[in-house]
């Protein structure tokens, strides 16, 4: 008999990755669905409605590709990895650089959509680009990523786009209206555009950085996105602010420097709309709203998006100027 944790089915993703960072997900036996709800199966008991039944033994391959490192390093090397298309990119601590070569084959040999494997230097400068450097395949970082329906094409060593916020994407793909303006202050390779232009609003897409504005119109083209949807300016959010209208919605996707741009983004927001404003947030620090832009605008929903670092989160705050009760979840 093995424990699971009995969710309602639209919280399984949520749950899954909540026991995946406490790695008390048991990868060994697959999740079972039963009358509305998924038991996902424990390694230890956790939080929660917990369902003692007998598991249904896992017959695949485990994906875990620490399973396939020499013992003395299985515990230090990272289990958590992005992936852009088929580049893996991943964080290594100084002393397992001497390992590199065995940890990235080890990532090719456990996924076999990976053909590249990236060291990932941190994200620099004001176009928040990665510094990356090849350590398995071609040395080549474009590539092709699919999401929520959506191909992205791009070169990751170029233009930001974070794979980590795929359910945050469809998270506000879901919320906005077709008929809604939106502003992407800090757009990238505008993920967060491309789907919202499809749905039917009208976009308006801002980035400094010209490789930005290269790869947007290359993704808005890919998806079949009208150009009566959208319009990308290549400028600092703050040149072009004056000239902007109100908007129903502005995505401030810039979480290491957010900040200093809220007060003056927020005067562009019409009467009810929304600022989905993301923030890298220290461990018991409290973010007030009000304390940044008084009491016309309230924290109508807050998030965990994902862990930044063993001390942050990175969290999503909805200011809205209309009053609503904070709710909080995690993911």
């Not at 071609?138 to 974070?162: A, C, M, P």
């Not at 930005?212 to 996105?225: D, G, I, P, R, T």
Request: proline share 5%; aromatic share 10%.
């Amino acid at each position: 008999m093995i424990k699971h944790l009995r969710v309602p089915e639209n919280k399984a993703q949520e749950a899954k990755s909540f026991l995946e960072k406490l790695q008390a997900l048991n990868d060994s036996f697959l999740p079972i669905k039963k009358e509305g709800h998924i038991l996902w199966p424990l390694n230890f008991e956790v939080d929660g409605e917990i369902v003692e039944c007998e598991g249904i033994k896992a017959t695949r391959i485990s994906r875990d590709y620490r399973l396939r490192l020499p013992s003395e390093i299985q515990n230090l090397a990272p289990r958590a990895f992005d992936i852009f298309g088929d580049i893996a990119i991943v964080k290594l601590p100084e002393e397992l650089m001497e390992y590199s070569e065995t940890i990235s084959q080890a990532l090719l040999d456990s996924h076999k959509n990976i053909s590249k494997v990236a060291l990932d230097l941190g994200v620099k400068g004001d176009y928040r680009i990665r510094r990356l450097e090849m350590l398995k395949g071609k040395s080549d970082f474009v590539s092709s990523h699919r999401e929520n329906g959506f191909e992205f094409t791009l070169d990751i060593s170029k233009v930001y786009f974070s794979p980590r916020l795929a359910m945050e994407r469809k998270r506000i793909y879901d919320i906005t209206k077709s008929e809604e303006t939106v502003l992407d202050a800090f757009a990238g390779a505008s993920p967060f555009s491309v789907g919202l232009a499809a749905k039917g609003c009208k976009v308006t897409a801002v980035d400094s950085n010209p490789a930005a504005e290269q790869w947007s119109h290359n993704n808005f083209k890919l998806n079949n996105v009208s150009k009566l949807n959208y319009n990308f300016f290549c400028s600092k959010i703050e040149d072009i602010l004056p000239d902007l209208p109100l908007f129903d919605k502005i995505i401030m996707n810039n979480p290491t420097n957010s900040l200093p741009y809220l007060q003056e983004l927020s005067k562009k927001l019409k009467s009810g709309g929304l600022i989905h404003f993301y923030k890298i947030v220290e461990k018991d620090e409290f973010f007030n709203v009000e304390e940044h832009l008084g009491p016309d605008f309230t924290c109508a929903f807050e998030r965990q998006v994902h862990p930044y670092s063993p001390q942050s989160s990175l969290m999503v705050f909805d200011i809205s100027k209309s009053d609503s009760n904070v709710q909080k979840t995690n993911q």
